[in-house]
């Protein structure tokens, strides 16, 4: 079981607005301290879209920078040589190979290079985050519009490189400082059971637990992010030490699965409240709204039998999702309740 606990912290998801590596670095350090992460700056170039970002390297996945789309070739012997030889650095640990480029994640590389500030802050906890293989995998299709999560040798090739290259990602963060969080960022999760997408909930599970347990070998609290409503049992089932989700939306259908909840937190779990909305709905709120809305779940969590403290010991104040398609301004307000609304909570806990 987990020894740590968060006591309503903040907690960030990962992308930033702007296109300044450095000025996110700044408002990470001052509304994140406890908990410092790179920030993936979507705004600054195509290279740092989400999927974009982690693609390097995968044999026949290419970006058609026309189409702003990644399209993934016919299975060939070409294919097959080289998915078996990256697989291969992969089980062998040669997690250099695996490193995203400077040009990729310029956050990531401004994250290492301030490496005295961010120890100098006498963090809890280093962030990192990486995209989910079952969101990367919808997302990427062949000609015909297939996505590659339905051809077996595309996703034992996607699995070994997204948690290769996530297990560099924390080996580098490691150098930094030795205690490290590491996101799963899956948001077509939301879309496993509809019609759109045909994979079985076992098959979203199996998937999920494997790029977890990567995570998990490399020496990470692992978390999962989904901003989406989803079927929630497949992330309490996946392994995960921390469910982040958009709780201004979708906290009415989590509480479906407080059986579910209660044993999560009782098992040592964490929550991440994503309660402060990253939509235009922040501008009508306020921390005392916020509260309100988030005080209805703990009050529905205690109708299961646990303790409010157990409740909000287990749990990390959150922006919903990402901040990278946000202007500043809107950004900035979202940072300042979260860090509000976190401080009245750690507040009550002392």
Request: charge should be negative; charged fraction near 25%; include cysteine.
């Amino acid at each position: 079981m987990n020894k740590f606990l968060p006591h309503c912290i903040p907690l960030a998801i990962g992308s930033f607005p702007g296109k300044c590596p450095q000025e996110a670095l700044d408002l990470i350090c001052k509304y994140f301290p406890e908990i410092p992460l790179w920030p993936q700056l979507p705004m600054s170039s195509e290279q740092e879209q989400m999927y974009i970002q982690y693609h390097e390297k995968m044999p026949g996945i290419s970006y058609n920078e026309k189409k702003k789309k990644l399209f993934a070739e016919e299975i060939d012997e070409e294919f097959l040589e080289c998915a078996a030889d990256i697989m291969m650095k992969a089980m062998e640990g040669d997690l250099e190979y695996f490193a995203v480029s400077p040009e990729n994640a310029r956050g990531f590389y401004q994250f290492l290079e301030n490496a005295d500030r961010i120890r100098e802050l006498n963090p809890m906890f280093i962030k990192g985050h990486t995209t989910g293989c079952i969101s990367f995998s919808l997302v990427v299709t062949d000609r015909n519009m297939t996505p590659i999560l339905y051809d077996e040798n595309y996703m034992e090739m996607v699995l070994s490189v997204l948690g290769a290259r996530g297990a560099w990602q924390i080996s580098k963060l490691k150098e930094i400082f030795n205690k490290v969080i590491f996101f799963i960022d899956e948001p077509y999760l939301a879309n496993v059971g509809s019609s759109m997408v045909a994979l079985t909930r076992d098959k979203a599970v199996e998937i999920l637990s494997r790029q977890v347990e990567t995570l998990k070998q490399a020496g990470a609290l692992v978390g999962v992010h989904c901003c989406g409503n989803t079927d929630w049992s497949i992330l309490f089932d996946s392994g995960c030490d921390i469910i982040s989700l958009d709780a201004y939306e979708y906290g009415r259908n989590f509480m479906l699965y407080r059986d579910h909840i209660k044993d999560f937190i009782e098992n040592g779990g964490y929550i991440a409240w994503g309660i402060i909305p990253t939509s235009p709905a922040v501008d009508d709120e306020n921390v005392d709204s916020l509260k309100e809305r988030f005080e209805k779940y703990i009050i529905r969590l205690e109708e299961k039998g646990l303790s409010r403290n157990d409740i909000l010991s287990h749990s990390f104040i959150s922006p919903s999702c990402g901040l990278g398609n946000l202007q500043i301004k809107r950004a900035r307000r979202v940072l300042a309740l979260c860090r509000e609304l976190s401080d009245i909570y750690r507040l009550l806990l002392r």
